[in-house]
């Protein structure tokens, strides 16, 4: 397999972080009937691995943030289940500065759930500018743009298996 740079976390470490995230968050939300809301389109991957690996009743939803005509940040696909007193779990591939789950915790705020819980597979605090719940992290990432498991450089890079740090090609 050719990759776009560095890996910095093989396909075999992310299968053994996702067991263990999937089985620290079946402990937790035992009972618990809960809503696991992907973020779209990055954790799409870390998403299926993690939820295909949980031996319990969940629902499984999804949700996405884009950009109007104005520049402003919307939701743009909005969960189908209802969220009011469910306990939520929103998934992540990558959290940088924080700004577009902060906006996304206000709008599922709004939604009533009994409590939203954060899931990252990649954790990037150098960039951080909103302090967030995470509740569940799989890695910390340096501060390097990665592809790979669902991240993508223009849609690109998505399907690696593993975790790469991506080198921008120079101009010639």
């Known amino acids: 397999m050719k990759t776009p740079g560095n890996i910095l976390f ?44 949980m031996d319990m009743p969940l ?6 943030t884009g950009h109007n005509p ?21 998934i992540e591939d990558i959290i940088d500065s924080g700004l577009t789950l902060g906006f996304m915790l206000n709008f599922l705020q709004e939604q009533e759930p009994a409590d939203i ?8 605090p150098a960039r951080r500018l909103v302090q967030l719940p995470l509740r569940y992290t799989g890695f910390q990432v340096p501060d390097v743009f990665v592809v790979g498991y669902g991240l993508d450089f223009e849609e690109n890079y998505r399907h690696l298996p593993c975790i790469c740090e991506y080198s921008y090609p120079q101009p010639k």
């Open 117 to 124: 819980a954060i899931c990252t597979l990649l954790d990037n």
């Open 59 to 64: 629902a499984l939803d999804f949700i996405a």
């Open 70 to 90: 104005s520049g402003a940040l919307e939701v743009i696909r909005r969960p189908l289940n209802s969220l009011k007193g469910r306990h939520v779990l929103l």
């Open 10 to 53: 093989t396909t075999e470490q992310i299968q053994q972080r996702v067991s263990e995230l999937s089985q620290h968050i079946e402990k937790d939300y035992a009972g618990l009937d809960p809503v696991m809301l992907v973020i779209l389109k990055g954790s799409f991957y870390f998403a299926s691995d993690l939820t295909k690996s």
